[in-house]
């Protein structure tokens, strides 16, 4: 019976350290899936936080306006992200327009800088440089104003007579909300879309005459304006 029992014994304890072998190999091997699956994710994460630093870009909308309107110019933008989803963004642009209506006529021209962020509500997580972002700008135009024609009224608000005035330089400043998109079209090229409400602030003014026409602003100048940039930008890194 002895040589039986040991028989017995010896296979039972190989019986559990077979088992205990296959437990360490199923063991290491999800080891090893987890660890490489960790690591994607990592490698991803690590291009996702890098993805999109320095971004230079035109503006096609003002251009393909000029054609319909007094309004011609340019306008170019750099766009670099200094941290998470926060993009510090500088304008620059220069334009010449005329204003013709309500018996005024005047002319502008000269140059406008906007400084200000973006902010990423929501990004694509395989290329973070695509998304929606909000911002804001503030922004400050130089120009030469030429009033070449305006209306002296009465007191009972008819217009008797017209003046004019040389050419002089002007200032303005005004806030920018900024709303848009910025998506991939091919290689590093992107389209860059915003819609612009903008709060008038103030200007300096020629004979005590508010403008009625700003570089970088627009014409009626009221409270609230809207501007448009529809640009094509060229990602560095």
Do not use: C
């Not at 690590?46 to 230079?56: E, I, Q």
């Amino acid at each position: 019976m002895k040589p039986l029992r040991t028989y017995i014994s010896l296979l039972a304890i190989s019986t559990i350290g077979l088992q205990a072998h296959a437990q360490e190999d199923s063991i290491a091997l999800e080891t090893k899936v987890l660890v490489k699956e960790t690591q994607s994710i990592a490698d991803s994460l690590k291009g996702y936080k890098k993805a999109g630093n320095l971004f230079v870009g035109v503006d096609l909308f003002n251009p393909v306006m000029s054609a319909f309107t007094d309004k011609q110019g340019a306008q170019a933008m750099v766009s670099y992200r200094v941290y998470k989803k926060w993009n510090a963004v500088l304008e620059v642009g220069y334009e010449k327009n005329h204003y013709d209506e309500l018996d005024w006529n005047v002319d502008v021209n000269g140059i406008y800088g906007k400084i200000g962020f973006n902010w990423f509500v929501s990004q694509d997580y395989q290329d973070a440089s695509n998304g929606f972002y909000t911002g804001m700008r503030f922004a400050y135009a130089a120009y030469e104003q030429t009033i070449n024609q305006y209306p002296i009224r009465t007191s009972g608000n008819q217009v008797d007579q017209f003046g004019s005035l040389p050419s002089a330089n002007a200032s303005s400043y005004w806030i920018e909300l900024v709303g848009g998109a910025r998506v991939k079209l091919l290689s590093n090229f992107y389209a860059d879309v915003s819609i612009r409400p903008e709060i008038y602030v103030g200007s300096s003014k020629q004979e005590d005459i508010d403008p009625l026409v700003i570089p970088g602003y627009g014409k009626d100048i009221g409270p609230i304006n809207f501007s448009v940039f529809w640009g094509i930008t060229y990602k560095f890194f």
